[in-house]
């Protein structure tokens, strides 16, 4: 069971640079998620996605797009890579029947990416 | 909005009981509590989502108090293995929708 794979796990990138972390599940799940944790701090909601082709923003969206073409993947794209985007990311996937809340979100092992 | 958690750490020892709540400011859909060991990825424990609904698995339990707009996450006879940080995950009109947002966190230690 693959689950939520995220690539790369580690990257350290220049202020300035762009990069793209990889995500994509295969759990067929419609919910995917983009979170962000600073050290020893909680979990930050960047972008989310209800189905492909459709994203929406959540707390902390500056500095970051996505984009989801298929069901299965879900890339974050970071602009102008700056020090304070320094943090560990988690994708995420949930699936959600129409007109119902809750489900669990099921996490990938974790992005750390360092701005220097 | 962040839901509010507290308190923001516990230190216990083998045996004891904690308490970690979550509040928020406006009526909740539901509420999810995970644990996060130190350089993982959370990991799910359960969710609630009805008021007045009480689950629970092993020495584990969390209840919802709908009209209160809070949670509470029930750690009993507490081990080793329960150390790390737990969050509390909501769903609500105040997060705009089907969107989870998480609390900062409430840290666990437990000791021998």
């Known amino acids: 069971n693959a689950g939520v794979t995220q690539t790369p796990k580690f990257r350290i990138l220049k202020i300035g640079q762009s990069m793209t972390l990889q995500c994509t599940q295969d759990?067929?799940?419609?919910?995917m998620y983009w979170y962000r944790q600073d050290p020893g701090m909680g979990l930050k909601l960047i972008y989310y996605?209800?189905?492909?082709?459709?994203?929406d923003k959540g707390e902390v969206p500056n500095g970051y797009n996505v984009s989801r073409s298929t069901t299965e993947d879900f890339p974050l794209r970071l602009e102008l890579a700056a020090p304070s985007q320094t943090s560990v990311y988690f994708c995420?996937?949930?699936?959600?029947?129409?007109?119902?809340?809750?489900?669990?979100?099921?996490f990938g092992e974790g992005s750390w990416l360092t701005v220097v | 909005q962040q839901p509010v958690q507290s308190p923001q750490a516990v230190i216990l020892r083998e045996g004891e009981d904690a308490v970690i709540n979550c509040s928020s400011s406006?009526?909740?859909?539901?509420v999810h509590w995970y644990r996060q060991k130190h350089g993982e990825a959370p990991v799910f424990l359960m969710i609630?989502?009805?008021?007045?609904e009480q689950k629970g698995h092993d020495k584990i339990s969390a209840s919802f108090n709908e009209k209160k707009q809070q949670s509470s996450l029930y750690l009993t006879a507490s081990q080793l293995s329960y150390s790390g940080t737990y969050f509390c995950?909501?769903?609500?009109?105040?997060?705009?929708?089907?969107?989870?947002?998480f609390g900062a966190g409430t840290r666990l230690f437990v000791k021998a």
């Open positions: 406006k009526a909740l859909y539901s």
């Open positions: 996605s209800v189905g492909a082709g459709i994203t």
């Open positions: 609630l989502l009805k008021g007045g």
């Open positions: 995420a996937s949930s699936y959600r029947a129409e007109g119902l809340s809750g489900n669990t979100i099921y």
């Open positions: 995950g909501t769903e609500g009109p105040n997060t705009g929708g089907f969107k989870t947002i």
């Open positions: 759990m067929n799940h419609n919910y």
